[in-house]
């Protein structure tokens, strides 16, 4: 199952996340005849960030994290 090592952990999401992890679950289920785990979507979606390359610890909320994980940060203007 886990070739690397791991923790259990417990996290409190809103009604829509877990509405998103299903929906999503049953999506890939239907499309590729294999069931998903909501862990493992969010593993996955971890796993995506890490490699990523960017610097999430510029974000300072969960709209920055969102801004940035998404490219949508508006761009800072040059200094003169």
């Known amino acids: 199952m886990h070739t690397e090592p791991w923790a259990k952990i417990t996290v409190v999401l809103l009604d829509r996340h877990v509405a998103y992890l299903d929906r999503l679950a049953i999506d890939i289920r239907l499309k590729h005849g294999r069931a998903i785990s909501r862990a493992e979507i969010i593993r996955g979606?971890?796993?995506?960030?890490?490699q990523s390359?960017?610097?999430?610890?510029?974000?300072?909320?969960?709209?920055?994290?969102?801004?940035?994980?998404?490219?949508?940060?508006?761009?800072r203007k040059a200094a003169r």
């Open 53 to 75: 390359g960017i610097d999430l610890s510029q974000a300072d909320s969960i709209d920055t994290l969102v801004e940035l994980l998404t490219g949508s940060m508006p761009k």
């Open 45 to 50: 979606l971890i796993e995506a960030a890490f």
